[in-house]
């Protein structure tokens, strides 16, 4: 059997470009906020509103990025092998088969190539956060993306704000205060903070931009009541054969009947292909027989 971490998390394993790209993003961005909050009036009430939400949004980030995902059977299979106990596969109705783990696993469970672990309920990799997504840490990704989205929003009104005085009151930015000694070493620091908020504002307006439009797709895949993978391979299968508009409920009942058929000719009982999907690197290509699909380099007949 293969040996697998049941720990894994999107900080155990090697941080890939797009999750250094997002401390890169995030972290400049409060800390300049929270010094230029020094400028304005009502420090105490800006302070406050930006420390909640950055306590939710780090608590949520954190908590999805150290989160582990992976398929509450399989866990209790290596448990139960440990402890030299067979496990009770009846009891669990499993009809699904990890090839690569050479593990039973739960239906909606699916092997992630990047993570290497079967995630429960999976939903997509996200390359943000390296980490995968599923049924036990969906909740607090969305919780996750919406407070981020709040709190960039929260810091695009405190830099436009900034910039609308600087413009239109400037005197009222010159405050004497102990704060603003930690980073006001001269007059010309106000134009450097000045400049410092439009290059902010943009940081903070693209993060907005990719957030919204994250959150609103997921409402709108909670609403019909679909994965990210599900809408993923459905839109791919109907490309491959527009002829055949059907949900993916049928088509992973099609499937998953026509796999059996082929298993049970080939001696191969209860196992299913396990398929891998990075939602930006998913390919489904269609073969000479079209009754095969390829999905990256495992085929689903």
């Known amino acids: 059997m ?12 090697l941080p890939t470009l797009h999750q250094l790209l997002t401390y890169i993003l995030y972290f400049p961005n409060l800390l300049n906020c929270f010094l230029l909050i020094s400028v304005l009036d009502q420090i105490a009430i800006h302070y406050s509103i930006l420390s909640i939400l950055t306590m939710i949004s780090l608590f949520s980030s954190f908590k999805t990025t150290l989160s582990c995902p992976i398929d ?10 440990l402890q030299g106990q067979s496990f009770d596969f009846g009891n669990h109705k499993l009809d699904s088969f990890c090839e690569i783990c050479q593990l039973y696993v739960q239906e909606q469970t699916k092997h992630c190539k990047n993570c290497d672990i079967c995630c ?13 997504i599923g049924n036990l840490n969906y909740k607090l990704f969305i919780l996750m993306i919406s407070s981020t ?9 405190i830099y436009i704000y900034i910039i609308v005085l600087y413009q239109t009151n400037y005197d009222t930015l010159v405050i004497n205060n102990e704060l603003q000694s930690f980073h006001f070493t001269n007059d010309n620091d106000l134009n450097v903070k000045y400049l410092l908020s439009i290059i902010m504002l943009t940081d903070s307006s693209f993060i907005v931009i990719l957030l919204l439009q994250l959150l609103i797709f997921h409402i709108y895949l909670i609403i019909i009541g679909q994965t990210t993978y599900d809408f993923i391979i459905q839109h791919q299968f109907k490309k491959v054969l527009p002829q055949f508009q059907i949900g993916p409920q049928y088509f992973y009942s099609a499937s998953k009947s026509i796999l059996k058929v082929n298993n049970d000719l080939s001696g191969l009982e209860n196992k299913n292909t396990i398929i891998d999907l990075n939602q930006s690197q998913q390919k489904i290509i269609p073969l000479s027989n079209q009754n095969e699909i390829i999905i990256e380099n495992q085929i689903l007949t």
Do not use: P
């Not at 429960?120 to 995968?132: E, L, P, S, T, Y």
């Not at 989205?149 to 009104?157: A, E, H, P, S």
């Open 72 to 81: 509450q059977v399989i866990i209790k299979q290596i448990q139960t092998r």
């Open 120 to 132: 429960q309920g999976f939903d997509h990799h996200c390359k943000w956060i390296n980490n995968c």
């Open 2 to 13: 293969k040996k697998i971490k049941i720990n894994k998390s999107g900080c155990t394993q």
């Open 149 to 157: 989205l709040l709190l960039f929003i929260y810091t695009m009104f």
